[in-house]
């Protein structure tokens, strides 16, 4: 028990310190983000909107964004949605940091925005048609109660959409000229902008730590979801699962 209360102890602590660090690099994340990623998630965000809302084939949906930081997927939904005729009856963003939330509410000022950490969501069990996650999971401590939870919140038939940099099987000669980018030029670059080395020394480790694309797949088939799309972009850097609730 002793041991057990340990592990979760240092698990809410490290929570806490990501929490804390997206907090303190919020006023300019979106400016950073745009510079060290040229943009190139763009195309990846729409077409996990897409795709979702291809496999659902439903004109009204519930969607909930999870670690939504300022908000950019939640625009795509809403984007992608109207493109396709879809009437979003609901769209709410979840994140447990304050300072993030407080630029997605600038962004987007008819949002519906709580403050929550993903293994413990304030929302009702089988409410949600669709939820997304983008660029998030690997900053979730206790990753296996977060898809419980996902679980739990979809609706029968409801999809989870994963977008993630995971780590690659194979190392090609892209992965390795992304993975030097992202180790050596993407910390220098992140620091300077938000003052805040220490954060952007951060992601290429959180990358390097994350599990595979197949190992995701397992994780959610244990937990009762069956992935029905998994695409890799640039040389398997980055991974779009969506999978299934399944009944």
């Known amino acids: 028990m002793e041991n057990k209360q340990g592990l979760n102890a240092k698990q809410s602590l490290k929570q806490d310190e990501i929490i804390h660090m997206f907090d303190d690099i919020a006023k300019t994340y979106d400016t950073t983000n745009r510079v060290i990623s040229m943009g190139i998630d763009i195309n990846w965000r729409k077409e996990a909107c897409k795709e ?13 964004d999870i ?5 950019d997927m939640m625009l795509h939904w809403e984007q ?36 929550a950490q993903a293994n413990n969501l304030p929302l009702e069990s089988c409410s949600k048609d669709i939820i997304s996650i983008a660029y998030g999971l690997r900053n979730v401590v206790e990753r296996e109660a977060a898809l419980k939870e996902f679980y739990r919140v979809l609706r029968p038939n409801g999809v989870l959409v994963i977008l993630e940099f995971t780590t690659p099987n194979t190392r090609s000669l892209f992965s390795r000229l992304m993975q030097f980018y992202t180790k050596n030029i993407l910390p ?10 220490k954060a952007y020394r951060y992601l290429p480790s959180s990358i390097d730590s994350f599990i595979t694309r197949e190992g995701l797949e397992a994780e959610l088939l244990a937990c009762g979801m069956s992935t029905l799309v998994a ?13 299934q609730k399944k009944l």
């Open 52 to 64: 979702a809302f291809r496999i659902l084939n439903r004109q009204k949906l519930d969607i909930a």
């Open 231 to 243: 695409k890799s972009y640039s040389a398997n850097v980055s991974s779009l699962l969506i999978a």
């Open 67 to 71: 670690a939504c930081g300022t908000g």
């Open 188 to 197: 220098i670059v992140g620091g300077l902008i938000s003052r805040n080395f």
């Open 80 to 115: 992608v949605g109207k493109n396709l005729h879809v009437e979003i009856q609901s769209l709410e963003g979840i994140d447990p940091s304050n300072g993030m939330l407080e630029q997605a509410r600038q962004k987007i000022p008819h949002g519906i925005f709580k403050v």
